[in-house]
């Protein structure tokens, strides 16, 4: 087994970033233990896993030993306490709500060891209040990942205003083990890649709503002008309405800046149900 800057990580969340996250932390020769609250949300996610590692397997991209070991390597749990025993580093993707993120590592922290890390992979809500809710908030660090998190290479390492040197170095490290590439931001609303890839949502939306150009044609307009592998429409359909309206909210109050604030057409989409991928329709048709 390599030799890992963190041998055991749990994540908090098997939804479709923590699943991912898990993926590439057991591919990475980690020991990882997933959770969730439900037996059913939890399989679905350890489900994912094992799908998207056949698909590899398939397409010639990962070999079976590694599939067979990477599913090895990898646990499920609904015990929380269970779930992080022994953990070297904890990494939770919840929903994106402050007091709910708090809640979470408050209640993790004592459950620890003083050396555990805490990751967070929120993408737009202040690290440091995250770290506020805690004995130790030195120990935490944004980990924003991008879905689908085993194919996208970026990691946006996010350090609040006491963020210790000795957490980030070993996030650093971290990050080359699971193949990911890192780029470092301070604390601001919307770190980097929220703050400009929300506001072109949103920008985008309005030019829907607007009768400018059908959502097709916005996104092409991207892709082969701009060279963006998928158009922000798209992109908005594949996060969830109802995930980037939070945060447009969330960032036109704290960016006093209504370049974020959420259309109305946006706004009777997620009324309607209209969420995007996971709904089966939002700006395209999914199913």
């Known amino acids: 087994m390599p030799d890992n800057t963190f041998p055991n990580v749990a994540i908090v969340g098997a939804g479709t970033m923590g699943h991912g996250i898990a993926q590439v932390c057991a591919m990475a020769g980690m020991e990882?233990?997933?959770?969730?609250?439900?037996?059913d949300a939890l399989q679905r996610g350890l489900d994912h896993v094992h799908a998207n590692l056949d698909k590899g397997v398939s397409r010639g991209k990962v070999s079976e030993d590694l599939r067979d070991e990477t599913l090895m390597r990898l646990a499920g749990s609904t015990v929380l306490e269970t779930a992080v025993d022994g953990a070297d580093l904890v990494i939770e993707a919840v929903p994106e709500v402050l007091s709910l993120k708090q809640e979470l590592f408050a209640t993790i922290e004592p459950l620890v060891d003083e050396g555990t890390v805490f990751g967070t992979n929120t993408s737009s809500l202040s690290v440091g209040a995250i770290a506020g809710a805690m004995s130790r908030p030195e120990v935490v660090v944004g980990l924003h990942f991008f879905n689908p998190v085993h194919i996208m290479k970026l990691l946006e390492v996010v350090t609040h205003p006491t963020t210790a040197d000795d957490a980030v170095d070993r996030i650093q490290t971290f990050g080359k083990e699971i193949g990911k590439d890192c780029i470092y931001v301070k604390d601001f609303p919307?770190?980097?890649?929220?703050?400009?890839?929300?506001?072109?949502?949103m920008e985008a939306i309005r030019m829907v709503e607007q009768g400018v150009a059908s959502a097709e044609d916005i996104d092409t307009a991207?892709?082969?002008g701009y060279r963006h592998p998928v158009g922000p429409l798209k992109l908005t359909d594949m996060v969830g309405l109802d995930v980037r309206l939070h945060i447009g909210e969330y960032l036109a109050r704290e960016l006093n800046n209504s370049a974020f604030e959420p259309p109305q057409l946006m706004r009777e989409m997620v009324k309607d149900g209209r969420l995007g991928k996971k709904a089966g329709r939002g700006f395209y048709d999914w199913e």
Do not use: I, Y
Request: charged share 15%; with cysteine.
């Open 190 to 201: 919307g770190f980097a890649t929220s703050r400009l890839g929300v506001c072109l949502g």
């Open 222 to 224: 991207m892709v082969l």
């Open 32 to 39: 990882v233990r997933l959770f969730d609250l439900s037996d």
